[in-house]
């Protein structure tokens, strides 16, 4: 079983709909963060967190340590937010390193 | 403001020929961190570095060295190039600490090898 599981794999919704990915571990962390990429395109860090929620723009993020769980939210969603968008955790036993989801692949269609 | 620049975008090179990627950062980030990424596999770590001169195995080193002789700089070695080592290659850099902050990654060297 991998440590970082995310879910959906893949995600096709239209214009505006509001999105949710999901990110669960098994592992007691120290930081989690959240990474879009876009198709050709390099790795951008959306969030790094270590509890509650953050909220960039249309971008939400919220972590539950207890659960181990965190979720990515994209309110309004636009094409533009088609990527791939990836979860890391940084272990508690870990200084440096990172244990990566397999991604979820968005596509947001007008 | 560019902070984590890899040397080439797209490289293309032949069998056997040693392919030298580099990445340098302005973060004065003590890891750096060396990943190929594939089409269904994800990331996958293949060096990284806490320090300077410092350098671990990561899942996959198997026909890759690193060297960092300074601490911004993190170069990643390909002594005999093959077929199967094209791919993208990120490099990444992350301060030190447990509560370490923001992950940052370069635009990507994309090295096909004929």
């Known amino acids: 079983k991998n440590e970082v599981e995310q879910s959906p794999q893949n995600l096709t919704a239209q214009e505006g709909e509001f999105i949710t990915i999901n990110c669960s571990y098994s592992v007691g962390i120290s930081a989690l963060h959240w990474l879009q990429q876009h198709p050709g395109g390099g790795i951008v860090s959306l969030f790094m967190?270590?509890?509650?929620?953050k909220k960039h723009g249309r971008l939400i993020a919220t972590i539950n340590i207890q659960e181990k769980h965190s979720s990515l939210h994209i309110t309004a969603s636009h094409p533009r937010d088609s990527a791939v968008y990836i979860c890391?955790?940084?272990?508690?036993?870990?200084?440096?390193?990172?244990?990566w989801g397999a991604g979820t692949k968005l596509i947001i269609k007008p | 403001d560019v902070k984590v620049t890899q040397s080439s975008r797209y490289l293309v090179k032949r069998t056997g020929e040693k392919v030298f990627l580099e990445c340098v950062q302005d973060?004065?980030?003590?890891?750096m961190f060396w990943y190929r990424q594939d089409p269904g596999l994800g990331l996958r770590l293949i060096y990284f570095s806490y320090d300077v001169k410092m350098k671990e195995k990561g899942d996959i080193p198997e026909g890759y060295s690193v060297s960092r002789e300074k601490k911004e700089r993190f170069s990643l070695i390909l002594e005999s190039a093959s077929t199967n080592q094209t791919s993208m290659y990120l490099c990444a850099s992350l301060p030190s600490g447990r509560w370490a902050g923001e992950l940052f990654f370069g635009e990507g060297s994309r090295l096909t090898v004929l």
């Open positions: 967190l270590s509890s509650g929620k």
């Open positions: 973060m004065d980030h003590e890891n």
């Open positions: 890391a955790i940084k272990s508690w036993d870990s200084n440096y390193q990172l244990i």
